[in-house]
């Protein structure tokens, strides 16, 4: 089993300022790390899919990057909006499985 | 427009049996690859199962042998039948949606919330 580990475990941001949340592999899955982002109540939304590509109507304040066992997804100029927790997902192999998850908190 | 809506959560006694039913709208079922994904309260997310649309199925070592995935193509749901339920199988249950192997779940159902109490 792909084991992913993401850092910070939370994190306390100030609206507009940049958020970089890391995504570790146990081993090398390519391009194969998609990022959700899931607000209370509510079920997770795909932000990024492969590493880096936005999925359809996400802002463009949110990308990704990386490849192997090494990702991060970046959120430019925080909004009070983007409150919420961001997990990292592998679809490289069975079992599928996501990061512990990173909750985001705006000051 | 994409819509996934899951029933059949509830409370049931530890031992008991309850399936989970996912209505699909705006694409088909048999054509996808579907998934389950549960979060225990308070926790992250974990992956419990699929179903390609060649009709293999697979699951989490946590459930193999317990739970079933399955489809009715002329209902356009999916279904999780889970048996031998356990306290630690209490969860909200999600549907999600990938078009092939590889994808990412790009659809989610909003979840139903299964509880294993006595």
Redesign the interface.
């Known amino acids: 089993e792909i084991v992913l580990t993401q850092s910070p475990d939370f994190q306390s941001v100030t609206p507009k300022e940049k958020v970089t949340i890391t995504c570790r592999a146990s081993q090398s899955i390519g391009s194969?790390l998609?990022w959700?982002q899931?607000k209370p109540g509510?079920?997770?939304?795909?932000l990024i899919?492969?590493a880096s590509q936005s999925?359809s109507g996400v802002p463009s304040r949110f990308s990704g990057s990386g490849s192997g066992t090494d990702f991060t997804l970046t959120i430019d100029s925080l909004e009070a909006e983007d409150a919420a927790t961001y997990?990292c997902?592998q679809?490289?192999s069975?079992?599928?499985?996501?990061?512990?998850?990173t909750k985001v908190e705006i000051k | 427009e994409v819509q996934l809506v899951e029933s059949g959560g509830g409370l049931v006694q530890p031992g008991g049996s309850l399936r989970l039913s996912c209505a699909a709208s705006g694409f088909t079922v048999s054509s996808n690859y579907m998934?389950w994904v549960r979060q225990a309260p308070g926790k992250?997310?974990?992956?419990v199962s699929?179903i390609y649309s060649g009709g293999s199925t697979?699951y989490?070592?946590s459930v193999k042998g317990r739970f079933t995935i399955s489809r009715d193509s002329s209902k356009n749901t999916v279904y999780l039948q889970m048996n031998s339920l356990r306290a630690e199988d209490t969860a909200v249950y999600?549907c999600a949606r990938?078009p092939s192997?590889?994808?990412?779940?790009?659809y989610?159902?909003?979840?139903t919330l299964v509880t294993v109490s006595s």
């Open positions: 194969s998609h959700y899931q509510q079920s997770p939304k795909l899919k492969y999925f997990y997902h679809s490289s069975l079992p599928r499985t996501f990061g512990q998850g | 998934g992250g997310l974990e992956w699929v697979y989490a070592d999600y990938h192997s590889g994808w990412p779940f790009d989610w159902g909003q979840g």
